[in-house]
């Protein structure tokens, strides 16, 4: 079999799955199925439905992984990023994981996560330049 290497910039959510798929594929064979689950919390207005911020994540490998967490402007500091933080934890339980993850930069609210009971794993510098990502977990115990 003959294969060539292609740049593309930009590519379609199609392409990456296609990328993907023998990767899921391999995973599979070598750790089980991980039981992938996507699921979100939203915060919508009350009068417009409109979708103000929430919480994005997926279960993988009795893990989950908080991959969004947005807390709108007027409803900060009225505890709903712990209100949201402690519901991806109960769905982490009730899925029966074994903790969670996720990764935050220096500049928006490590501290917050810290306050949560998470403990940081890692950190790359200067990503973005001059700045820290910062990666955090916290194992549950069941309540």
């Given at each position: ?5 292609e740049?593309?910039?930009n ?12 990767l ?7 750790a ?7 699921f979100?919390?939203?915060?919508r ?11 994005h994540g ?7 992984f ?8 007027q ?8 209100q ?18 996720l990764?935050?930069f ?24 001059g ?7 916290k194992?549950?115990?069941?309540q």
């Amino acid at each position: 079999m003959s294969v060539r290497i292609e740049f593309k910039s930009n590519p379609s959510e199609e392409e990456r799955l296609q990328i993907l798929e023998p990767l899921r594929a391999y995973n599979a064979a070598a750790a089980g199925d991980g039981k992938a689950e996507k699921f979100a919390l939203f915060v919508r207005d009350e009068q417009t439905d409109a979708v103000l911020g929430g919480l994005h994540g997926r279960i993988l490998y009795s893990w989950l992984f908080i991959e969004l967490l947005v807390v709108p402007e007027q409803a900060r500091g009225q505890r709903m990023g712990s209100q949201l933080m402690a519901m991806a934890e109960d769905l982490a339980r009730e899925r029966g994981c074994v903790g969670v993850w996720l990764d935050t930069f220096d500049f928006q609210a490590p501290e917050f996560y810290r306050k949560h009971g998470y403990e940081q794993f890692g950190q790359l510098d200067d990503y973005p330049p001059g700045h820290q990502r910062l990666f955090f977990h916290k194992r549950l115990q069941a309540q």
